[in-house]
């Protein structure tokens, strides 16, 4: 009798067991099917948005994939990201990519509005930056005359601000590791969009990151880091530097075509910078009235940026408190204040002279300024 009751027990508990089991299995199924048919749709509706994937509506291509321009319904434009092909390397870039951007709300990050991991072809969808690359800027003659110094110093300072960002204020630091004039987009308004995490790394890194290749782009690659091994943001400073050197001289990083001690911008900054000749490697559409000093305070800037010693280098911090503190005393040098800095704000959408031109974009600069400085109290 206890013996039968026993095996009763046995029995029920075995039938709740295998019961229960299978209907959680019946759920975990459900809910897959449930998610894949959400992910065939979203990918459905991005085919669609690029119209299959179309020549037409490639707008660049990277190291790790095709970016295309896609037309959501209700018009909204996307960039999305769709790799080439299913490579260990790739995926691993694409979801850093997305483990990185998911931490990070900046408004000069280009900012990822979603993923399709699951796919054949993992995608990556962003907000469109309409502007195309700063490298484009600073070397098509005819786009580069359109870009002031007012304009420079104002992407330098938003790209250090990111990059001071990412070092000390994210959640947990970042290294971005590919900081380049490619990497970085413009808006309509010239306002820089930092891209391209998919080489970036969370700091304290691990034991293992010795052991990972030097990853980088010659000319920005930072002297240290690529002898030592050893990742440390200030690597990312030194990349910067390049960019800012780009954008006050208006050459490239490397120029192959040029003679040995003029290829590398960075070794040609220094030895100008040592020699006192610095005029002969500023952009000429750079040097404009009363704005010398200004030059020469970013030139000194830069040059100790390009320290070959990591810890000699300022933090992306006093970099981009410098360039800021540049600009702002620019502004008041041009007869601005508080009170007309919110007039200006009540004005925004009227071409206002600034600085004696007149611009839109002039305008829409000093207007995102006048926020900042009104949210975080002139900082
Ligand atoms: N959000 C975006 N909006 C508009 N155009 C973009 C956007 N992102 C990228 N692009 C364009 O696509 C090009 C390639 O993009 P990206 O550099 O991100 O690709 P990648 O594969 O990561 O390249 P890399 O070789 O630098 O790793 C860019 O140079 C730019 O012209
Ligand atoms: C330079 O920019 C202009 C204007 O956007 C464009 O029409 C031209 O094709 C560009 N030149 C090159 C060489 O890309
Ligand atoms: C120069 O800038 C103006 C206004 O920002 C724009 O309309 C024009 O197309 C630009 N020219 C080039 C060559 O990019
Ligand atoms: C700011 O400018 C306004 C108008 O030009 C002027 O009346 C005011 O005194 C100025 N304020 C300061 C603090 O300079
Ligand atoms: C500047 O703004 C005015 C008024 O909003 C507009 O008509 C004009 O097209 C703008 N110019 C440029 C170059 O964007």
């Not at 050459?251 to 030895?271: G, Q, T």
């Amino acid at each position: 009798m206890r013996f039968g009751g026993q095996i009763c027990f046995a029995i029920g508990a075995l039938v709740v067991l295998v019961s229960s089991s299978w209907l959680y299995w019946i759920f975990k199924k459900r809910k897959l099917i449930v998610l894949k048919e959400k992910f065939f749709r979203r990918n459905e509706e991005l085919k669609r948005a690029t119209n299959n994937y179309d020549e037409s509506r490639i707008v660049g291509r990277g190291g790790f994939g095709t970016i295309y321009k896609g037309i959501l319904p209700e018009n909204k434009i996307v960039a999305i990201k769709k790799s080439q092909m299913m490579d260990e390397n790739q995926i691993e870039q694409f979801i850093n990519e997305v483990v990185v951007l998911s931490q990070i709300n900046h408004r000069n990050v280009v900012k990822l509005l979603g993923c399709c991991l699951e796919t054949q072809v993992p995608l990556l969808v962003y907000e469109f930056i309409t502007n195309g690359i700063l490298f484009e800027h600073i070397n098509n003659q005819s786009k580069a005359s359109n870009i002031s110094w007012e304009n420079r110093l104002q992407i330098a300072a938003e790209t250090a601000g990111v990059l001071s960002y990412l070092h000390s204020a994210a959640s947990i630091p970042i290294i971005h590791r590919d900081v380049k004039s490619t990497n970085i987009l413009l808006d309509d308004n010239h306002i820089a969009k930092v891209s391209d995490f998919g080489a970036s790394r969370f700091v304290p890194l691990d034991q293992n990151q010795l052991a990972i290749v030097v990853q980088g782009t010659l000319g920005y690659l930072d002297p240290e880091y690529m002898f030592t091994s050893q990742l440390t943001e200030k690597s990312d400073v030194y990349s910067f530097v390049v960019v800012l050197g780009e954008l006050i001289t208006g050459k490239k990083a490397l120029s192959f075509d040029k003679p040995e001690e003029e290829r590398c911008l960075a070794m040609y900054f220094i030895s100008c910078m040592n020699n006192d000749c610095l005029n002969q490697i500023i952009d000429e559409h750079m040097v404009i009235e009363g704005n010398i000093e200004e030059l020469k305070e970013v030139a000194n800037l830069a040059k100790r940026c390009l320290r070959v010693k990591g810890k000699e280098r300022p933090y992306t911090k006093e970099v981009a408190m410098e360039l800021e503190g540049l600009i702002r005393k620019k502004t008041s040098r041009n007869g601005l204040n508080y009170s007309e800095i919110e007039y200006l704000l009540d004005k925004a959408s009227i071409g206002y002279v600034v600085g004696g031109y007149r611009s839109n974009t002039t305008t829409a600069r000093v207007d995102s300024m006048a926020e900042d400085m009104l949210l975080h109290g002139g900082r």
